[in-house]
């Protein structure tokens, strides 16, 4: 069966500009988390999405938002971006309730740089 | 606090055993896992072990989990140059989130 899919594989932005990320999850799979992967930082968490409902938040400003879609698709938006927002952008879903105790499938991510 | 650590690079022979290693500081961790990432990709669930296990095999791989030092490693056998990639340790705090490790890269040198 198909992956998690993550579009668009690379994108390039100019500061204060605004992006919007998309994740298609494995079919069957409702639990959508998002991260933010830089060399300095690692993996920080941003958000997690089940059934719609946002159910978890990681620390970052408002700038960042998330939303779920009833077919489980997922969408994450930054606006006002920053030079420090360059990054990849992970989204994985799993098909448990919460994905913590039997692990995530990863999409590939989307490369942002912001200049 | 939460916190995972890992070495940072590991260099190893083709055809060796590699040995990464991971401490975390959390003692409520249900599971922790062990994620391989490749250049361009993203994370590959390896494996994972549930806190009240010792040890897990699967494969070339081969999981340790020491609970009183919170000390996990992950020994892969006959290392391959298919091998290099960044490994991952994370544990799942008290089902609520996972904590991640900044990863050890690891070079397979033929």
């Known amino acids: 069966k198909a992956g998690v899919t993550q579009t668009p594989r690379y994108l390039i932005k100019t500061r204060g500009q605004q992006v919007t990320l998309s994740c298609s999850p494995i079919s069957g799979h409702r639990s959508v988390s998002w991260y933010q992967q830089t060399p300095g930082q690692g993996l920080q968490f941003l958000f997690e999405?089940?059934?719609?409902?946002?159910?978890n938040k990681g620390n970052f400003p408002g700038r960042f938002s998330g939303r779920q879609f009833s077919n489980s698709r997922s969408e994450m938006n930054v606006s006002t971006l920053e030079l420090g927002d360059s990054a990849l952008y992970l989204c994985?879903?799993?098909?448990?309730?919460?994905?913590?105790?039997?692990?995530?499938?990863f999409g590939s991510g989307t490369r942002l740089t912001v200049v | 606090g939460e916190d995972v650590e890992q070495s940072l690079f590991l260099s190893v022979r083709e055809g060796d055993s590699s040995v990464i290693n991971c401490t975390y500081t959390?003692?409520?961790?249900?599971?922790l896992y062990w994620y391989k990432q490749e250049p361009g990709a993203g994370l590959q669930l390896l494996t994972y072990i549930f806190s009240n296990m010792d040890m897990k095999q699967d494969q070339r791989l081969t999981v340790l989990l020491n609970k009183k030092d919170k000390h996990l490693s992950l020994r892969i056998a006959d290392t391959q140059t298919g091998d290099s990639a960044i490994y991952f340790c994370?544990?799942?705090?008290?089902?609520?989130?996972?904590?991640w490790g900044l990863g050890t890269s690891l070079a397979v040198n033929p």
């Open positions: 994370a544990e799942s705090i008290n089902n609520r989130k996972l904590i």
């Open positions: 959390d003692s409520s961790s249900t599971y």
């Open positions: 999405y089940f059934s719609e409902t946002q159910r």
């Open positions: 994985a879903s799993s098909g448990r309730e919460t994905g913590y105790n039997y692990g995530y499938t």
